[in-house]
T-cell receptor, first 115, second 110 residues
């Protein structure tokens, strides 16, 4: 079974703090994704990566950065946390076959509260 | 990727089949239909996907109409644990990006 793990289930931070959210997958997947989910807005893509050291902006990258130094690990960084970044953060991974990105598998989510 | 339309909510009696519809009238020939579900406060879970033919796995069946403009996810014997938000997503897989709409909230009742 594909396993995607996220470093924390719940996190409380203060405004202005630097926040690291870690995601690890154990299936040697090339592609990794970070989403946030808010009531009424659904899941929105923040950043994604097709390979080590590669990153692409999603639909709402402002206020976030990412790091992918190893294939299995994709980190989301909030450089200076703000209250409007309070949200559920979801990581996902998928493999690629013949240039096509396959099924995404999601982690359990990190619920972040910024005070 | 094509847009999908789903009813906002549905009820189903425990033990009965749950049939969740999805319209995707602008689907392109190379686009797949994916279904995910999200149980409260958890990450989305992959259920099934298909291109043209009907598909079945241990969780569900996917029926795609011949013109591919709509599909139905069937949970053959719904249980209380199937209560969740179900998302129908159409994607070519070229970018790997998934666009999640509002989905259908399925409530399975005893």
């Amino acid at each position: 079974d594909v396993k995607v793990t996220q470093s924390s289930r719940y996190l409380v931070k203060r405004t202005g703090e630097k926040v690291f959210l870690e995601c690890v997958q154990d299936m040697d997947h090339e592609n990794m994704f970070w989403y946030r989910q808010d009531p009424g807005l659904g899941l929105r893509l923040i950043y994604f990566s097709y390979d080590v050291k590669m990153k692409e902006k999603g639909d709402i990258p402002e206020g976030y950065s990412v790091s992918r130094e190893k294939k299995e690990r994709f980190s989301l960084i909030l450089e200076s946390a703000s209250t409007n970044q309070t949200s559920m953060y979801l990581c996902a991974s998928s493999t690629s076959t013949g240039g096509k990105r396959e099924t995404q598998y999601f982690g359990p989510g990190t619920r972040l509260l910024v005070l | 990727d094509a847009k999908t339309t789903q009813p906002p909510s549905m009820d189903c009696a425990e033990g009965r089949a749950a049939n969740l519809p999805c319209n995707h009238s602008t689907i392109s020939g190379n686009e797949y239909v994916y279904w995910y579900r999200q149980i409260h406060s958890q990450g989305p879970q992959y259920i099934i996907h298909g291109l043209k033919n009907n598909e079945t796995n241990e969780m569900a069946s996917l029926i795609i109409t011949e013109d591919r403009k709509s599909s139905t996810l069937i949970l053959p014997h719904a249980t209380l644990r199937d209560t969740a938000v179900y998302y129908c997503i159409v994607t070519s897989g070229n970018t790997g990006k998934l666009i999640f709409g509002q989905g259908t909230t399925l409530q399975v009742k005893p």
